[in-house]
């Protein structure tokens, strides 16, 4: 660009030149000096920097591309230039049209506000990056180059493995009509069964989440063995027979026997033994012990400072062992091991001659391991009847309701009833391990209760 300044201010010195610019600006140019500018800084670049010629070139460049679609020094002759070899001659005339078909003419032309629309730049539209990116392509590029070493190598994928064994769906089977309400023929469907119908693919609810969840096993035992209503014994009966109803006096009878004792023996446990009381001489022994002469103790005193004196010397008196000692004792090992693994390989070749006992107690042993498995097996199936300790209450069984021999009754009109049903399914429940053995609240009073005498009455006393 400096180079350019100088070459328009050596044509302008030359005689002759015309300058169509204003005469002050030719005078400022040539009579004054050029103002020196700082170019390092960029407040300057564009307010002393001549950029029209540049400016120039890109729009004749642009205006090019618009009109003939690239510049017009990359063109081929063809394109800009055509051989004139005069007037072309008359076509011959053209066969009358026929009749029933539309003319040619000026109504197949395009409007003209059709053309003034029209995109006239020969420049192509740039092209859309959006358009042509894939969200995920790294990653799905990576999953195909990873499928496709897989496929090389013969391993099947696990989603093509479950696809594969996928049951193959009927498309000859016909969807199901459905029936009138009214048809006598039409399938009974219980809506408060047990099994729901499989109306949809197995496949097609699990991965659409509609597929119900696998019940555990564990689910379907019942917590207890016991029925939800035991029937009472025949004794139990309005009208029971003799024998019966003596049997269930003797079970009420050995429950409240059975209670007795448990009240008994915590009463002896917490009864006061008459000899553990005070008396006259158990009270003076008292007062008087730690009163005792104390010469006994002053006896003992010399005795064991001389049994202190001897433990003192033995300690002093021990010396080190010598060389020869320590050699006599690893012999007196060395032997003793060796007598021991002497005696231990006699009783194993002992044991050779005992095969017969050896194998009739491992025949023993195993008799009674299979004898302790029974009766755990047994213990087992007996503690399923019994109710499992489920809070920190134990369970109480129920009173049996029984009615002594002068309160039997005839009939049924004469009957009067025992128990509570209530408190029967109540107790029926926590014995089948449902619920927790509980208890009913106790009212407990948080303030004390205050007599206030009223006015009234107080007038009438």
């Given at each position: 660009?400096?180079?350019?300044?100088?070459?328009k201010?050596?044509?302008a010195?030359?005689?002759?030149?015309?300058n169509?610019?204003?005469?002050?600006?030719?005078?400022?140019?040539?009579?004054?000096?050029?103002?020196?500018?700082?170019?390092?800084?960029?407040?300057?670049w564009?307010?002393?920097?001549?950029?029209?010629?540049?400016?120039?070139f890109?729009?004749?460049?642009r205006?090019?591309?618009?009109?003939?679609?690239?510049l017009?020094?990359?063109?081929?002759?063809?394109?800009?230039?055509?051989?004139?070899?005069?007037?072309?001659?008359?076509?011959?005339?053209?066969?009358?049209?026929?009749?029933?078909?539309?003319?040619?003419?000026?109504?197949s032309?395009?409007?003209?506000i059709?053309?003034?629309?029209?995109?006239?730049?020969?420049?192509?539209?740039?092209?859309?990056v959006?358009?042509?990116?894939?969200?995920?392509a790294?990653?799905?590029?990576?999953?195909a180059?990873k499928?496709e070493?897989?496929?090389?190598?013969?391993?099947?994928?696990?989603?093509?493995?479950?696809?594969?064994?996928?049951?193959?769906?009927?498309?000859?089977?016909?969807r199901?009509?459905?029936?009138?309400?009214?048809?006598?023929?039409r399938?009974?469907?219980?809506?408060w069964?047990?099994?729901?119908k499989?109306?949809?693919?197995?496949?097609?609810?699990?991965?659409?989440?509609k597929?119900?969840v696998?019940?555990?096993e564990?689910?379907?035992?019942?917590?207890?063995?016991?029925p939800?209503?035991e029937?009472?014994?025949?004794?139990?009966s309005?009208n029971?027979?003799?024998?019966?109803?003596?049997?269930?006096?003797?079970?009420a009878h050995?429950?409240?026997?059975?209670?007795?004792?448990?009240?008994?023996?915590?009463?002896?446990?917490?009864?006061?033994?008459?000899?553990?009381?005070?008396?006259?001489?158990t009270?003076?022994?008292?007062?008087?012990?730690?009163?005792?002469?104390e010469?006994?103790?002053e006896?003992?005193?010399?005795?064991?400072?001389?049994?202190?004196?001897?433990?003192?010397?033995?300690?002093?008196?021990?010396?080190?062992k010598?060389?020869?000692?320590r050699?006599r004792?690893?012999?007196?090992?060395?032997?003793?091991?060796?007598?021991?693994?002497e005696?231990?390989?006699?009783?194993?070749?002992?044991?050779?001659?005992?095969?017969?006992?050896?194998?009739?107690?491992?025949?023993?042993?195993?008799?009674?391991?299979?004898?302790?498995?029974?009766?755990?097996?047994?213990?087992?199936?007996?503690?399923?009847a019994?109710?499992?300790?489920?809070?920190?209450?134990?369970?109480?069984?129920?009173?049996?309701?029984v009615?002594?021999?002068?309160?039997l009754?005839?009939?049924?009109?004469?009957?009067?009833p025992?128990g509570?049903?209530?408190?029967?399914?109540?107790?029926?429940?926590?014995?089948?391990?449902?619920?927790?053995?509980?208890?009913?609240a106790?009212?407990?009073?948080r303030?004390k209760?205050?007599?206030?005498?009223?006015?009234?009455?107080?007038?009438?006393?």
């Amino acid at each position: 660009m400096a180079a350019a300044r100088r070459l328009k201010r050596v044509v302008a010195s030359q005689p002759g030149f015309l300058n169509l610019k204003s005469t002050s600006d030719s005078t400022e140019s040539l009579s004054g000096r050029r103002k020196r500018v700082n170019k390092n800084k960029k407040k300057n670049w564009n307010k002393y920097s001549d950029i029209n010629d540049v400016d120039e070139f890109l729009e004749d460049v642009r205006h090019q591309e618009r009109t003939t679609g690239g510049l017009l020094s990359e063109k081929p002759d063809d394109s800009l230039f055509f051989l004139d070899v005069g007037q072309p001659k008359k076509a011959e005339q053209k066969a009358e049209p026929v009749e029933g078909k539309k003319r040619k003419g000026k109504a197949s032309r395009p409007l003209r506000i059709d053309l003034i629309l029209q995109h006239d730049s020969l420049v192509p539209p740039p092209k859309d990056v959006l358009a042509f990116q894939q969200p995920n392509a790294k990653k799905l590029r990576r999953i195909a180059q990873k499928a496709e070493q897989l496929a090389a190598k013969g391993v099947v994928p696990r989603r093509q493995k479950q696809l594969l064994n996928r049951r193959p769906v009927e498309r000859t089977a016909k969807r199901a009509v459905t029936e009138a309400n009214n048809n006598p023929d039409r399938e009974y469907y219980d809506i408060w069964g047990q099994k729901a119908k499989d109306t949809a693919d197995p496949w097609y609810l699990q991965q659409t989440g509609k597929k119900l969840v696998k019940r555990p096993e564990k689910l379907n035992e019942k917590p207890s063995v016991l029925p939800a209503v035991e029937v009472i014994a025949p004794g139990g009966s309005y009208n029971p027979d003799f024998f019966s109803h003596q049997a269930l006096l003797q079970e009420a009878h050995e429950v409240e026997v059975k209670k007795k004792k448990e009240e008994d023996k915590v009463e002896r446990q917490l009864a006061v033994n008459r000899e553990d009381t005070a008396t006259e001489e158990t009270i003076l022994r008292e007062q008087v012990e730690g009163l005792v002469e104390e010469e006994n103790e002053e006896a003992a005193a010399p005795n064991e400072e001389e049994e202190g004196d001897v433990a003192v010397g033995a300690i002093t008196l021990s010396d080190k062992k010598t060389e020869r000692q320590r050699k006599r004792e690893k012999a007196d090992k060395i032997k003793e091991q060796q007598r021991l693994s002497e005696r231990r390989q006699t009783d194993q070749r002992q044991q050779l001659f005992q095969l017969r006992s050896i194998k009739a107690s491992i025949k023993q042993q195993d008799q009674r391991t299979k004898d302790r498995q029974i009766k755990r097996k047994a213990k087992q199936e007996a503690q399923k009847a019994q109710p499992r300790r489920l809070g920190k209450l134990k369970f109480k069984p129920q009173d049996l309701e029984v009615q002594l021999s002068d309160e039997l009754a005839g009939s049924l009109r004469q009957l009067k009833p025992e128990g509570s049903v209530l408190k029967d399914r109540f107790k029926s429940l926590q014995k089948r391990n449902l619920i927790e053995p509980r208890e009913r609240a106790k009212f407990k009073r948080r303030h004390k209760l205050k007599y206030v005498e009223k006015r009234a009455f107080r007038e009438i006393t």
